[in-house]
């Protein structure tokens, strides 16, 4: 990888404007494709769950910010809830859950931006978009656009889940869109429990496969500009009710630049 080139806040600023114009242009455009609809019966079968931690000690992170983070979680998560994805729709994360503004009642929280944890309005909601694209991977919806923070900023401490297997978001054209190519309804179930937050993709009709994610070809480079850099593949696998592997594929391919020592010791998160 290249040595990363710090950006001047103007081009970043001119580059937000100019992406953020043809993002509201795409949702204009194709609106009538994007879910929207929210059902409060339960759809019958379940495709998928899983659940996340809310509070996580991290090196150098106030706890205030995973405070507020819970905050920011309750209000997207309302949202997102229940939105039913029918055939051939696609699920946006921010068409949904538009601008996370001090107005709304969101707190700041945790951001990441070139690679360092800053404080900002909304920050925390990572995690949500974390949840629904891992519990995607899961299923045989389509990730049409997931983006992944170029830094890898802490080491792992307590990872239940491989390298890369999140989908950072960044409003409006940093976004999350799942697409449903199946013939069958799906939903979205997203709860902030008391210690962690929930989800589960709901289906109209009893799965036919079984879904797991692997990971290869992970390693450690050191650059030739001093950095070190982080990469690894994730591979889609699916098996029929018999637990027989019908086939798999390559879904993710993660590159980031580290920043902390490949070298340090596991629990070098904990403040």
Known sequence: MKEPVARSDLRLALGGAYYGTLRRLLWLKERKSFACERCEAILPYSATS?????????????????????????????????IVLRPGQTFSYWYLIGRPTA?????????????????????????LSNLIFWMTLHTPLTVTERHRHGYDVFPDSDRTQPFGSGATCFYPYGDLMIRNDTADDYQLLVTVGEHDLIGEWRCSAAPECRYEIVERGHEMRAEYWGGYTRHNVLWQQRFDADGVLLDEKPVVRNDAIMMYSPYLEEGGTSG
């Open 50 to 82: 899983h659940k996340t931690p809310l509070m996580r000690r991290l090196r150098d992170v106030d706890m205030w910010m995973q405070e507020n983070k819970v905050t920011n979680l309750r209000l997207a998560s309302a949202r997102v809830n229940g």
């Open 103 to 127: 107005k709304k009642g969101y707190l700041p929280g945790m951001l990441l931006r070139n690679g360092k944890a800053v404080a900002g309005v909304g920050g925390g909601l990572c995690q």
